[in-house]
């Protein structure tokens, strides 16, 4: 019986992602079908690639709200930048500027001593402006046919997205568990003062995660404006809060220390199964935006008391 206890409560998040697919399928005979999973699947790869990064810093003992925003101009950097330097090194150029970005946001918390809230969102506005004025606050369209086979492309049948997200999560799952580089970052989220005085640079810890965020941001801003052919300063509202909520649904701890990728990713499998429930269900858009709040209060708030009773016991 302990046993049983002690597996329900470690996959919790699994099991409430297999009880909405249940209760899903009894619902809409259309849920279960390969089209709505592959749709899901694709629909999650966007959050699921940024939570990559963000599972990095949370672990951390951060969070990074210019996700969003780093999202949405490095995808206006690939798209105008091609026609003058072509589609690759647009894509780096894209790519480069966001872990630029997140080497800023990185100083100004480690270095700074600036906290991750306050210096995050402060850059979000920062990097919001700066693709709007790039933009002139209009979606750009890519002329490039090529550039949108990224987004839109399949290997074998499966969708390059699913493809890049698998990818992604193993080598984040790789670093986290096998490196002493994901060692330190466990270390330096559960108790910083102890992590400093076993000889670990914080600092450097600090920064490589919000670089790490930044690359994964910037690699979704890049496939989501490939798969839309359309590069928008507005494509990354919301996005950071989505990724964290994911992210801490799936268990991975907000005071950091705790969590894992694969953890992070079911998270984000939960998110976007719900907002695809809710779709299915011809439930408003403006009404999902606050069942979805409710839903992560109820999770989280159901975790936090669990825990609770483990201490107490």
Same mark, same amino acid.
């Given at each position: 019986?302990?046993?049983?206890?002690?597996?329900?409560?470690?996959?919790?998040?699994?099991?409430?992602?297999?009880?909405?697919?249940?209760?899903?399928?009894?619902?809409?005979?259309?849920?279960?079908?390969?089209?709505?999973?592959?749709?899901?699947?694709?629909?999650?790869?966007?959050?699921?690639?940024?939570?990559?990064?963000?599972?990095?810093a949370i672990?951390?003992?951060?969070?990074?709200?210019?996700v969003g925003?780093?999202?949405?101009?490095?995808?206006?950097?690939?798209?105008?930048?091609?026609?003058?330097?072509?589609?690759?090194?647009?894509?780096?150029?894209?790519?480069?500027?966001?872990?630029?970005?997140?080497?800023?946001?990185?100083?100004?918390?480690?270095?700074?001593?600036?906290?991750?809230?306050?210096?995050?969102?402060?850059?979000?506005?920062?990097?919001?402006?700066?693709?709007?004025?790039?933009?002139?606050?209009?979606?750009?369209?890519?002329?490039?046919?090529?550039?949108?086979?990224?987004?839109?492309? $399949? &290997?074998?049948?499966?969708?390059? %997205?699913?493809?890049?997200?698998? @990818? #992604?999560?193993? *080598? !984040?799952?790789?670093?986290?568990?096998?490196?002493?580089?994901?060692?330190?970052?466990?270390?330096?989220?559960?108790?910083?003062?102890?992590?400093?005085?076993?000889?670990?640079?914080?600092?450097?810890?600090?920064?490589?995660?919000?670089?790490?965020?930044?690359?994964?941001?910037?690699?979704?801003?890049?496939?989501?404006?490939? $798969? &839309?052919?359309?590069?928008?300063? %507005?494509?990354?509202?919301?996005? @950071? #809060?989505?990724? *964290? !909520?994911?992210?801490?649904?799936?268990?991975?701890?907000?005071?950091?220390?705790?969590?894992?990728?694969?953890?992070?990713?079911?998270?984000?499998?939960?998110?976007?199964?719900?907002?695809?429930?809710?779709?299915?269900?011809?439930?408003?858009?403006?009404?999902?935006?606050?069942?979805?709040?409710?839903?992560?209060?109820?999770?989280?708030?159901?975790?936090?008391?669990?825990?609770a009773k483990?201490?107490?016991?």
């Amino acid at each position: 019986m302990l046993i049983i206890k002690k597996i329900i409560r470690e996959q919790k998040p699994l099991i409430v992602l297999l009880a909405i697919i249940i209760v899903m399928s009894i619902a809409s005979s259309f849920f279960l079908t390969i089209d709505n999973i592959t749709n899901i699947l694709i629909q999650a790869s966007i959050y699921g690639i940024m939570a990559c990064g963000m599972t990095f810093a949370i672990i951390g003992g951060d969070f990074d709200l210019s996700v969003g925003s780093i999202m949405a101009l490095s995808g206006l950097i690939s798209v105008l930048a091609e026609p003058y330097i072509g589609q690759i090194f647009s894509i780096m150029m894209g790519i480069l500027s966001a872990c630029l970005l997140g080497l800023v946001n990185g100083f100004l918390i480690a270095k700074c001593h600036i906290s991750s809230f306050i210096a995050t969102i402060g850059t979000s506005y920062i990097i919001k402006g700066i693709a709007l004025k790039i933009s002139d606050g209009n979606p750009i369209i890519s002329k490039n046919s090529w550039y949108a086979e990224i987004g839109n492309g $399949k &290997l074998f049948g499966i969708p390059f %997205l699913i493809l890049l997200l698998i @990818a #992604l999560v193993l *080598i !984040t799952w790789y670093i986290l568990t096998s490196t002493r580089f994901g060692r330190n970052i466990y270390t330096m989220g559960g108790n910083s003062e102890v992590a400093h005085n076993s000889g670990i640079n914080i600092a450097f810890y600090k920064i490589s995660v919000f670089i790490l965020s930044g690359l994964a941001a910037g690699i979704a801003g890049i496939l989501n404006s490939s $798969k &839309l052919n359309t590069a928008s300063a %507005l494509q990354g509202d919301n996005a @950071a #809060l989505s990724v *964290i !909520t994911g992210v801490v649904i799936g268990g991975t701890s907000l005071i950091g220390g705790v969590g894992s990728i694969g953890k992070s990713i079911i998270g984000i499998l939960i998110f976007s199964v719900i907002t695809n429930a809710l779709d299915l269900l011809g439930v408003f858009s403006y009404y999902q935006t606050a069942i979805r709040g409710i839903l992560l209060i109820l999770i989280i708030g159901l975790g936090a008391w669990s825990r609770a009773k483990i201490k107490s016991e």
